[in-house]
Protein backbone atom coordinates (compact mmCIF):
# COMPACT_ATOMS: atom_id res chain seq x y z
CA UNK A 1 0.00 0.00 0.00
CA UNK A 2 1.32 3.27 -0.94
CA UNK A 3 2.80 5.60 2.25
CA UNK A 4 0.99 7.25 5.09
CA UNK A 5 3.77 8.37 7.02
CA UNK A 6 3.31 12.49 7.76
CA UNK A 7 5.97 13.20 10.60
CA UNK A 8 8.90 10.63 10.05
CA UNK A 9 10.90 9.83 13.35
CA UNK A 10 7.51 10.05 15.23
CA UNK A 11 6.87 6.31 15.38
CA UNK A 12 8.44 6.06 19.24
CA UNK A 13 11.70 4.91 18.53
CA UNK A 14 14.33 7.43 19.52
CA UNK A 15 15.83 9.90 16.59
CA UNK A 16 19.72 9.53 16.59
CA UNK A 17 21.85 12.35 17.59
CA UNK A 18 22.86 13.30 14.44
CA UNK A 19 19.48 13.83 13.53
CA UNK A 20 19.25 11.71 10.11
CA UNK A 21 15.95 9.88 9.79
CA UNK A 22 15.44 7.18 7.60
CA UNK A 23 12.18 6.44 5.90
CA UNK A 24 11.63 3.10 4.81
CA UNK A 25 10.03 3.76 1.36
CA UNK A 26 12.89 6.01 0.13
CA UNK A 27 14.52 2.11 0.09
CA UNK A 28 11.99 1.15 -2.08
CA UNK A 29 11.60 4.61 -4.27
CA UNK A 30 14.21 6.21 -5.04
CA UNK A 31 15.78 3.93 -7.78
CA UNK A 32 12.57 4.09 -9.62
CA UNK A 33 11.67 7.65 -9.17
CA UNK A 34 15.32 8.10 -10.66
CA UNK A 35 14.89 6.32 -13.26
CA UNK A 36 12.32 8.57 -14.76
CA UNK A 37 13.79 11.72 -13.44
CA UNK A 38 16.59 10.82 -15.21
CA UNK A 39 15.34 10.51 -18.66
CA UNK A 40 14.10 14.36 -18.22
CA UNK A 41 17.57 15.15 -16.37
CA UNK A 42 19.94 13.52 -17.83
CA UNK A 43 22.38 15.97 -19.43
CA UNK A 44 20.74 19.06 -18.49
CA UNK A 45 21.99 21.48 -15.54
CA UNK A 46 20.02 24.23 -13.58
CA UNK A 47 18.19 24.21 -10.33
CA UNK A 48 15.77 21.96 -8.88
CA UNK A 49 13.90 22.34 -6.34
CA UNK A 50 12.16 19.11 -4.01
CA UNK A 51 8.92 20.00 -2.31
CA UNK A 52 8.34 18.18 0.64
CA UNK A 53 11.71 16.76 1.08
CA UNK A 54 10.75 14.70 3.98
CA UNK A 55 14.56 13.17 5.53
CA UNK A 56 15.89 14.41 2.70
CA UNK A 57 17.27 10.77 1.97
CA UNK A 58 15.95 11.39 -1.79
CA UNK A 59 17.77 14.74 -3.04
CA UNK A 60 20.52 13.12 -1.90
CA UNK A 61 20.66 9.88 -3.73
CA UNK A 62 19.60 12.66 -6.91
CA UNK A 63 22.13 14.69 -6.19
CA UNK A 64 24.83 11.98 -6.41
CA UNK A 65 23.51 11.04 -9.84
CA UNK A 66 23.03 14.14 -11.32
CA UNK A 67 26.36 16.62 -9.79
CA UNK A 68 25.81 19.32 -12.87
CA UNK A 69 22.01 20.30 -11.29
CA UNK A 70 21.77 22.03 -7.98
CA UNK A 71 19.54 20.86 -5.71
CA UNK A 72 17.05 22.69 -3.32
CA UNK A 73 15.57 20.96 -0.67
CA UNK A 74 12.62 22.20 1.33
CA UNK A 75 9.91 21.18 3.76
CA UNK A 76 7.90 22.36 6.60
CA UNK A 77 8.16 20.32 9.46
CA UNK A 78 11.21 21.13 11.72
CA UNK A 79 12.43 17.44 12.55
CA UNK A 80 12.47 16.60 8.66
CA UNK A 81 14.46 20.11 7.88
CA UNK A 82 16.98 18.91 10.67
CA UNK A 83 17.24 15.46 9.03
CA UNK A 84 17.63 17.28 5.68
CA UNK A 85 20.47 19.53 6.50
CA UNK A 86 22.04 16.00 8.69
CA UNK A 87 21.63 13.97 5.29
CA UNK A 88 22.86 17.07 3.21
CA UNK A 89 26.08 17.11 6.27
CA UNK A 90 26.58 13.52 5.86
CA UNK A 91 27.08 13.50 2.08
CA UNK A 92 29.23 16.63 1.59
CA UNK A 93 27.70 17.08 -1.88
CA UNK A 94 28.54 20.70 -3.14
CA UNK A 95 25.56 20.92 -5.15
CA UNK A 96 22.69 20.49 -2.73
CA UNK A 97 21.89 23.77 -1.23
CA UNK A 98 20.64 23.98 2.53
CA UNK A 99 17.31 22.94 3.38
CA UNK A 100 14.66 25.69 3.28
CA UNK A 101 11.53 25.97 5.13
CA UNK A 102 8.86 26.37 2.30
CA UNK A 103 4.78 25.93 3.32
CA UNK A 104 3.34 24.70 -0.35
CA UNK A 105 0.11 26.02 1.16
CA UNK A 106 1.10 30.01 0.91
CA UNK A 107 0.26 31.25 -1.91
CA UNK A 108 2.94 33.23 -2.67
CA UNK A 109 6.20 30.24 -1.85
CA UNK A 110 9.51 30.97 -3.01
CA UNK A 111 12.71 29.56 -2.83
CA UNK A 112 14.39 32.25 -1.33
CA UNK A 113 16.98 31.50 1.01
CA UNK A 114 17.24 33.75 3.91
CA UNK A 115 20.73 34.17 3.62
CA UNK A 116 21.29 34.46 0.33
CA UNK A 117 20.08 34.73 -3.70
CA UNK A 118 17.81 31.56 -4.65
CA UNK A 119 17.88 30.28 -7.86
CA UNK A 120 16.37 32.58 -10.65
CA UNK A 121 13.98 29.93 -12.26
CA UNK A 122 14.03 26.29 -12.02
CA UNK A 123 14.58 23.88 -14.46
CA UNK A 124 12.07 20.51 -12.23
CA UNK A 125 10.26 20.56 -9.20
CA UNK A 126 10.30 17.54 -7.58
CA UNK A 127 7.57 16.42 -5.32
CA UNK A 128 7.02 13.11 -4.10
CA UNK A 129 3.95 11.68 -1.50
CA UNK A 130 2.52 15.55 -0.44
CA UNK A 131 -0.27 16.43 -1.74
CA UNK A 132 -2.65 13.50 -0.75
CA UNK A 133 -1.46 13.62 2.96
CA UNK A 134 -2.28 17.81 3.28
CA UNK A 135 -5.33 19.75 2.50
CA UNK A 136 -6.05 20.38 -1.51
CA UNK A 137 -4.91 24.06 -0.90
CA UNK A 138 -1.35 22.64 -0.73
CA UNK A 139 -1.83 20.60 -4.58
CA UNK A 140 -3.20 24.48 -5.65
CA UNK A 141 -0.03 26.17 -3.79
CA UNK A 142 2.69 23.90 -5.75
CA UNK A 143 0.95 24.45 -8.81
CA UNK A 144 0.72 27.62 -8.60
CA UNK A 145 4.23 27.95 -7.37
CA UNK A 146 5.06 25.87 -10.53
CA UNK A 147 3.35 27.92 -12.78
CA UNK A 148 5.46 31.39 -11.47
CA UNK A 149 9.11 29.51 -11.25
CA UNK A 150 9.59 27.21 -13.61
CA UNK A 151 11.31 27.93 -16.84
CA UNK A 152 10.24 27.77 -19.90
CA UNK A 153 11.66 23.97 -20.33
CA UNK A 154 10.90 23.35 -16.89
CA UNK A 155 8.98 20.28 -15.55
CA UNK A 156 6.77 19.10 -12.27
CA UNK A 157 6.83 15.80 -10.94
CA UNK A 158 4.27 14.46 -8.60
CA UNK A 159 4.79 11.09 -7.34
CA UNK A 160 2.43 9.25 -5.03
CA UNK A 161 -1.32 7.29 -5.92
CA UNK A 162 -3.47 9.03 -8.00
CA UNK A 163 -6.98 8.28 -8.93
CA UNK A 164 -7.82 8.25 -13.09
CA UNK A 165 -10.89 9.22 -14.10
CA UNK A 166 -12.65 9.20 -11.19
CA UNK A 167 -11.51 5.84 -10.40
CA UNK A 168 -8.77 4.70 -8.05
CA UNK A 169 -5.99 2.61 -10.07
CA UNK A 170 -6.18 -0.45 -7.46
CA UNK A 171 -7.88 -1.71 -4.96
CA UNK A 172 -4.90 -1.24 -2.60
CA UNK A 173 -4.92 2.76 -2.88
CA UNK A 174 -8.99 2.89 -2.75
CA UNK A 175 -8.55 1.58 0.96
CA UNK A 176 -5.24 3.55 1.49
CA UNK A 177 -8.00 6.77 0.29
CA UNK A 178 -10.34 5.63 2.70
CA UNK A 179 -7.79 5.57 5.28
CA UNK A 180 -6.24 8.98 4.79
CA UNK A 181 -10.29 10.23 4.93
CA UNK A 182 -10.93 8.63 8.15
CA UNK A 183 -7.45 10.19 9.76
CA UNK A 184 -8.08 13.53 7.68
CA UNK A 185 -11.21 14.97 5.58
CA UNK A 186 -8.91 17.15 4.05
CA UNK A 187 -6.48 14.36 2.59
CA UNK A 188 -7.04 12.20 -0.03
CA UNK A 189 -5.63 10.45 -3.06
CA UNK A 190 -6.31 12.79 -5.75
CA UNK A 191 -7.70 12.38 -9.33
CA UNK A 192 -5.51 12.94 -12.69
CA UNK A 193 -8.25 15.27 -13.97
CA UNK A 194 -8.88 17.39 -10.83
CA UNK A 195 -4.61 18.64 -11.39
CA UNK A 196 -5.20 19.17 -14.95
CA UNK A 197 -7.13 21.11 -14.26
CA UNK A 198 -5.08 23.31 -11.75
CA UNK A 199 -2.20 22.54 -14.17
CA UNK A 200 -4.66 24.55 -16.68
CA UNK A 201 -4.99 27.21 -14.35
CA UNK A 202 -1.28 27.92 -13.89
CA UNK A 203 -0.13 27.63 -17.54
CA UNK A 204 1.04 23.90 -17.64
CA UNK A 205 0.10 20.71 -19.07
CA UNK A 206 -0.32 17.01 -17.89
CA UNK A 207 2.95 15.46 -20.45
CA UNK A 208 3.48 12.35 -19.22
CA UNK A 209 2.26 9.53 -17.15
CA UNK A 210 4.78 6.83 -15.29
CA UNK A 211 3.45 3.72 -13.84
CA UNK A 212 5.45 2.88 -10.94
CA UNK A 213 5.86 0.02 -8.28
CA UNK A 214 2.84 -0.35 -5.79
CA UNK A 215 0.70 1.38 -8.01
CA UNK A 216 2.20 4.73 -7.73
CA UNK A 217 2.70 6.74 -10.44
CA UNK A 218 4.58 9.88 -11.71
CA UNK A 219 3.00 12.70 -13.43
CA UNK A 220 4.81 15.09 -15.63
CA UNK A 221 3.70 18.32 -16.02
CA UNK A 222 5.30 21.25 -18.99
CA UNK A 223 4.58 24.64 -19.75
CA UNK A 224 1.34 24.94 -22.29
CA UNK A 225 3.33 27.06 -24.48
CA UNK A 226 6.93 25.99 -23.43
CA UNK A 227 9.28 24.39 -26.18
CA UNK A 228 8.30 20.66 -26.61
CA UNK A 229 10.78 18.22 -26.24
C1 LIG B 1 4.77 11.40 3.37
S1 LIG B 1 5.98 12.64 3.54
C2 LIG B 1 6.89 12.44 2.04
C3 LIG B 1 8.31 12.86 2.17
C4 LIG B 1 9.21 12.60 0.96
N1 LIG B 1 8.82 13.42 -0.17
C5 LIG B 1 9.21 11.15 0.58
O1 LIG B 1 8.57 10.78 -0.40
O2 LIG B 1 9.82 10.37 1.30
C6 LIG B 1 5.09 14.15 3.29
C7 LIG B 1 5.96 15.37 3.45
O3 LIG B 1 5.22 16.53 3.11
C8 LIG B 1 5.57 17.57 4.01
N2 LIG B 1 4.48 18.56 4.01
C9 LIG B 1 3.24 18.44 4.52
N3 LIG B 1 2.55 19.57 4.34
C10 LIG B 1 3.37 20.43 3.69
C11 LIG B 1 3.23 21.77 3.23
N4 LIG B 1 2.10 22.45 3.43
N5 LIG B 1 4.28 22.34 2.61
C12 LIG B 1 5.43 21.66 2.41
N6 LIG B 1 5.61 20.38 2.83
C13 LIG B 1 4.60 19.78 3.47
C14 LIG B 1 5.74 16.84 5.33
O4 LIG B 1 6.47 17.57 6.27
C15 LIG B 1 6.45 15.57 4.88
O5 LIG B 1 7.84 15.73 4.88
Redesign the pocket.
Known amino acids: MA ?6 GKDGGPVAAHGRLD ?1 A ?2 HR ?1 HQPIWAVLKGFLAGRSGDVL ?6 G ?2 VVYFARQAPDIIWWP ?4 AA ?1 LRSIAAWRAEAGLANIQPPQ ?6 PA ?1 SVAPPDGRGPDKLLAI ?5 IH ?3 W ?2 AE ?2 FAGAGRLLRPDGRLFL ?2 PFKRGGKHTALSNAVFDTILRERDAEWAVRDIADLEKLAESVGLKLAGTFEMPANNMILMFERKDGPQS
Open positions: EFLVEFAAFNEAGSGTQHSDLHHRIDLSEWFCANVIAPRVGLYG
